[in-house]
């Protein structure tokens, strides 16, 4: 079985992992994690050191490539551009859980994660380094562009296009035929039934634009602004 790593010793990073492990198709030898203590364990398995052992880790343990799992999608963005510079020949995986459903005809990208309960309906296609959270529906024909992402319990219609880095947030519902642009977040709850711009947070009962956001803005509980993170991670040695 070959093995891989996954960046982001998280609960996100708990979740794909059981995700992975479901799969059955690889073996994960630890996380590589810049802001936890090298030998730290989640779920029994170490953080294995930063990014920038990565070579170090592909040599050892021969490593064939790995998921981001990271829930914003600009930092994960951010982290797989840096990935890609220090190992370029670094493989990301897909992770499928068993107990999702995909549809006929569905195209899904290298790092994108499909949680379990998931559906996703026939012709659609799913960008590299996306999300697809537990039970998310994506109806026929929908196109998800890189690093997007659906959270636990979007139900989502037919005919979906989902701009690049943008969020769909906890339990929203969008009806088909539905734009929406990229760097655009639409809050949890919220009922979209028409089509949202770039770079927007929007939410509400018919779903309204709130304001204007700025690509990279954290939007998830918790999340690291990457203004923070990317200097830390740049400055580590």
Request: proline share 4%; hydrophobic share 40%.
């Amino acid at each position: 079985m070959q093995k891989i790593i996954i960046f982001g010793a998280s609960g996100h990073g708990s979740v794909v992992l059981d995700c992975i492990q479901n799969e059955a198709k690889y073996k994960v030898i630890g996380f590589v994690d810049s802001f936890k203590k090298k030998g730290t364990k989640l779920n029994g398995y170490e953080v294995l050191g930063s990014e920038l052992d990565l070579p170090y880790l592909l040599d050892k343990y021969s490593v064939i490539g790995g998921l981001v799992a990271i829930g914003d999608n600009w930092l994960r963005r951010s982290i797989v551009e840096r990935i890609q510079k220090i190992a370029p020949d670094f493989r990301f995986i897909t992770a499928i859980h068993p107990y999702s459903t995909i549809g006929l005809d569905v195209e899904i990208g290298d790092g994108t994660v499909i949680m379990p309960g998931v559906i996703i309906n026939a012709n659609t296609v799913i960008g590299n380094h996306c999300i697809l959270n537990t039970n998310a529906s994506l109806d026929h024909d929908g196109f998800m562009y890189n690093f997007t992402s659906l959270a636990p319990r979007v139900c989502i219609g037919g005919n979906l296009i989902l701009g690049e880095c943008s969020a769909i947030c906890l339990g929203a519902n969008i009806i088909e035929n539905i734009t929406v642009g990229k760097h655009t977040v639409v809050g949890a709850g919220s009922l979209v039934v028409g089509n949202i711009g770039n770079n927007v947070l929007a939410y509400g009962a018919p779903a309204k634009k709130i304001r204007n956001r700025v690509p990279g803005e954290p939007y998830l509980s918790g999340t690291r602004n990457t203004a923070t993170v990317i200097p830390l991670m740049v400055g580590k040695r």
